[in-house]
């Protein structure tokens, strides 16, 4: 059995030795994905426009080709996701500085703008969204996608709405992006968490 250091020399030297090959070169060594598998990518933005903090189908976002390169790598399904704090962060000389603070209702606001858009744009290029876990399937001709939220700004303090995105199609909320959000949320959903626990503590011992 191959041991853990072992293992990460033999991957560092892989890896120095494929950063000295061109691109062309390491394209040619990429297997191909079988395609009776199921392929799901829990992080992208295919579609986003830094330029209009929002999804867009145009020639900066290049979202026809980048569905097509998704179709060929048999991708199934992906998370989707929404920017919560978009319009609080810019891109800055040592990385993402936040600019501001939402005023009240505005990140909600935000969300709706975004929900509404990222919607819009993927069915110009026939890219259905699904709330269905039965649609994670090899049978699936996907790219199929589910919906995220980058940031619990939009929330604004009220774990209400986590109900509302829920019946929105949001199935994954990333607590925190870039901007900072309040610890109410946090000490809110903790004892929510903790509530869950507890509940399934209690339905384990019956």
């Not at 072992?6 to 691109?23: R, W």
């Not at 290049?62 to 962060?89: N, R, Y």
């Not at 501001?100 to 744009?121: C, F, H, I, N, S």
Request: charged share 25%.
């Amino acid at each position: 059995m191959q041991r853990r250091k072992q293992f990460l020399k033999n991957v560092g030297m892989i890896a120095a030795g494929a950063s000295l090959l061109p691109v062309n070169k390491l394209a040619a060594l990429a297997m191909p994905a079988p395609k009776k598998s199921i392929y799901f990518d829990f992080h992208c933005h295919p579609g986003w426009s830094m330029t209009e903090r929002n999804f867009a189908n145009n020639a900066e976002t290049m979202l026809p080709q980048t569905v097509s390169e998704m179709k060929e790598g048999h991708l199934t399904c992906g998370f989707l996701a929404l920017v919560a704090d978009a319009p609080l962060i810019k891109p800055g000389p040592k990385g993402i500085i936040i600019t501001r603070k939402y005023a009240p209702g505005d990140g909600w606001t935000e969300y709706k703008r975004q929900l509404q858009r990222v919607k819009e744009v993927f069915a110009q290029v026939s890219v259905p969204f699904s709330t269905d876990l039965n649609d994670l399937s090899t049978k699936t001709n996907g790219p199929i996608g589910y919906l995220a939220v980058e940031g619990g700004d939009f929330l604004d303090d009220q774990l209400e709405r986590i109900e509302e995105a829920y019946q929105d199609g949001v199935r994954s909320i990333q607590l925190v992006h870039y901007a900072p959000i309040t610890s109410v949320i946090c000490k809110r959903l903790k004892r929510h968490l903790m509530d869950c626990l507890r509940l399934v503590k209690m339905s384990s011992k019956r």
